[in-house]
């Protein structure tokens, strides 16, 4: 409802649904090993490891290494490498504090901070429809998080500092 979609599918789609699972497994992980690890040794060796991992992907990309917007590329790298990295930190650091249901639900809003954010930077139209479905995403993210409420005081909370002692009981 935000796109006005289509009942074809196509492979945008496709990428859309792989990068979902990629980020849902990436939640479960993160809650698995900040447990036991570092978070920032964690946030730094894996921003390394995408680093490496990706730069060879920039050639393949444009079909040469030749770049001729010098001023463009210093920007766009600066804006995602500190905002997206520092989303990436902001991430490692909630999920210290926040179960993994929790973040898989705020991730779910990020569809409609963009059509809200370009509608409001952009200038661009946001019709009936697209208000609707930015709704209905709100509100279902508003309803699951006052469901996991209900059933905190019986769940057993993921984080480490939240466990209980063996001191005293």
Same mark, same amino acid.
């Given at each position: 409802?935000?796109?006005?979609?289509?009942v074809s599918?196509?492979i945008?789609?496709?990428w859309?649904?792989?990068? $979902?699972?990629?980020f /849902?497994?990436?939640i +479960? @992980?993160?809650?698995?090993?900040?447990?036991t &690890?570092?978070p920032?040794?964690l946030?730094?060796?894996?921003?390394?490891f995408?680093?490496v991992l990706?730069?060879p992907?920039?050639?393949?990309?444009?079909?040469?290494w030749?770049v001729?917007?010098?001023p463009t590329l210093?920007?766009a790298?600066?804006i995602?490498?500190?905002?997206?990295?520092?989303?990436?930190?902001?991430q490692?650091w909630a999920?210290r504090h926040?179960p $993994?249901?929790?973040? /898989?639900?705020?991730? +779910? @809003?990020?569809?409609v901070?963009a059509?809200? &954010?370009a509608w409001l930077v952009?200038g661009e139209?946001l019709?009936?429809?697209?208000l609707?479905g930015s709704?209905?995403?709100?509100?279902?993210?508003?309803i699951?998080?006052?469901?996991?409420?209900?059933?905190?005081?019986?769940a057993?909370?993921?984080c480490p500092e939240?466990?209980?002692s063996?001191?005293?009981?």
């Amino acid at each position: 409802l935000l796109t006005n979609p289509s009942v074809s599918l196509n492979i945008g789609d496709l990428w859309t649904l792989g990068c $979902a699972l990629a980020f /849902a497994g990436y939640i +479960a @992980l993160l809650e698995r090993y900040l447990r036991t &690890l570092d978070p920032w040794a964690l946030f730094f060796w894996q921003t390394m490891f995408s680093a490496v991992l990706l730069v060879p992907f920039m050639g393949l990309e444009s079909g040469n290494w030749r770049v001729t917007a010098w001023p463009t590329l210093v920007v766009a790298l600066t804006i995602t490498g500190v905002l997206a990295t520092g989303a990436m930190a902001v991430q490692i650091w909630a999920q210290r504090h926040l179960p $993994a249901q929790r973040v /898989a639900l705020l991730f +779910a @809003l990020e569809p409609v901070f963009a059509a809200w &954010l370009a509608w409001l930077v952009l200038g661009e139209h946001l019709s009936a429809s697209g208000l609707l479905g930015s709704g209905l995403i709100l509100t279902a993210v508003v309803i699951g998080s006052g469901m996991g409420e209900a059933t905190r005081a019986t769940a057993t909370p993921s984080c480490p500092e939240h466990q209980p002692s063996a001191i005293g009981h």
